[in-house]
């Protein structure tokens, strides 16, 4: 790394995460990114790659799964999560899955779709109130914010059951999202800045998901790996033309590797849907504050 001004100039920069009891910060950058640094800001620019070897996606998850060696798969029946299932129990004897969710909740409907498909154990954490108010304290006592509680709980809730049943390396599908162009807002950027805006979610990724995910599994005494932040998971995204990702904003190459490993249309054609309003943790949550008398979830999660 070379410092030229206000200028940090990137060959690669990939710190280690083994997502172990203790973790690191995992910062990732394609060749020849420039990054700006304004006050407290950092904005990460890309810079024309002539690098044009093309990565398999598809092989490059397989690879960080079997390197990891999970026995557990955390599902909400969305697409990330399906595909890292069915490769896992492909490569795996008697991985579980773990799924959480209100008794009504549509990711308990479609985790059920999922375990029935691939012929797997699904061990699914119905949220109430009680075990929901027991999260919300949980998560708080990490210094969490109103709203990493409010996306921890689903979490949480599944992290804490894997590790009843025994489970001790578990694999989320965070990340999808970032690489795949899977949220509405990509949808609103033009796709010449697709790039860039794909580096900036990545690289405050271990300041949000990760820390919140990270964290829970350090309380918990688990272990967590991410397969779509793979180095090489990564890579593969960053090989592919951006116009070839970003079809239809819909995470295109993902639900294409779902079909590709025999998952149903129901599985791979299911439109994404937030795991906080999916999994009906925001629903429990508003009515739980008006039930309560609160102003808003925020005032009822700063009460518990």
């Known amino acids: 790394m070379k410092n030229r001004n206000d200028t940090l100039l990137i060959n690669r920069i990939n710190s280690t995460s083994k997502n172990e009891k203790i973790f690191d910060f995992r910062f990732i950058f394609p060749g020849g990114a420039a990054i700006n640094l304004?006050?407290?800001?950092?904005?990460?620019?890309?810079r024309n790659n002539e690098k044009t070897e093309q990565y398999d996606i598809e092989q490059a998850l397989k690879d960080s799964i079997i390197k990891f060696k999970p026995d557990s798969v955390l599902v909400s029946g969305g697409i990330d999560s399906s595909v890292l299932a069915a490769i896992a129990v492909k490569k795996f004897k008697d991985?579980?899955?773990?799924?959480?969710?209100?008794?009504?909740?549509?990711?308990?409907?479609?985790?059920?779709?999922?375990?029935?498909?691939?012929?797997?154990?699904?061990?699914?954490?119905?949220?109430?109130?009680?075990?929901?108010?027991?999260?919300?304290?949980?998560?708080?006592v990490l210094g969490l914010d109103t709203y990493n509680v409010i996306m921890g709980i689903t979490e949480f809730l599944a992290v804490e059951k894997a590790k009843e049943i025994g489970m001790q390396r578990i694999i989320s599908g965070i990340g999808s999202d970032e690489l795949f162009f899977g949220f509405q807002r990509h949808r609103t950027i033009k796709k010449e800045e697709l790039g860039e805006f794909r580096e900036y979610r990545l690289f405050y990724m271990p300041a949000l998901d990760l820390w919140r995910l990270n964290s829970i599994a350090d309380t918990l005494n688990v272990s967590i790996a991410f397969p779509y932040l793979d180095d090489k998971v990564i890579e593969a995204a960053l090989s592919k033309d951006i116009k070839e990702l970003a079809e239809n904003y819909d995470k295109f190459p993902v639900r294409?590797?779902?079909?590709?490993?025999?998952?149903?249309?129901?599985?791979?054609?299911?439109?994404?849907?937030?795991?906080?309003?999916?999994?009906?943790?925001?629903?429990?949550?508003r009515d739980l504050s008006k039930k309560k008398k609160y102003e808003n979830v925020g005032e009822f999660i700063k009460e518990i």
């Not at 304004?38 to 890309?46: M, R």
């Open 38 to 46: 304004f006050g407290n800001a950092i904005n990460v620019k890309l």
């Open 95 to 140: 991985i579980k899955l773990i799924s959480a969710g209100t008794e009504d909740s549509e990711d308990i409907d479609y985790a059920r779709i999922l375990s029935s498909e691939l012929n797997s154990s699904l061990y699914n954490v119905t949220i109430t109130e009680e075990n929901l108010i027991h999260a919300v304290k949980e998560l708080k």
């Open 256 to 285: 294409s590797i779902g079909k590709s490993l025999g998952l149903s249309g129901k599985l791979t054609e299911r439109r994404k849907k937030a795991m906080q309003y999916g999994s009906g943790t925001v629903k429990l949550l």
